[in-house]
């Protein structure tokens, strides 16, 4: 699957500490494997952006609701660009 050059920006929280009773060491392997994913998602497209958001928990947008507005927004700049370029 390729996205072409569609402009992506993929966000992850901050990875997550052990719940209680999980060992760090499978906590770190589920964050590996997240991070891994979104890594992915973020390079489905040739401009895909994966960004770990600092001291973001899984709701970003509540969490840390400028990094998702400045995200979009560079999305969106991205494709006015484009237009421009094209017209």
């Given at each position: ?25 499978l906590?770190?392997?589920k ?54 370029k094209?017209?």
């Amino acid at each position: 699957i390729s996205l072409g050059t569609m402009p992506l920006v993929v966000l992850s929280k901050t990875p997550s500490q052990p719940a209680p009773g999980e060992s760090q060491d499978l906590r770190d392997a589920k964050n590996r494997i997240l991070l891994g994913q979104h890594r992915a998602t973020a390079q489905l497209s040739r401009v895909g952006k994966h960004q770990t958001v600092k001291d973001a928990g899984h709701y970003i947008q509540l969490d840390r609701p400028r990094v998702v507005i400045a995200s979009i927004r560079e999305v969106l700049d991205t494709l006015r660009r484009r237009e421009a370029k094209a017209a």
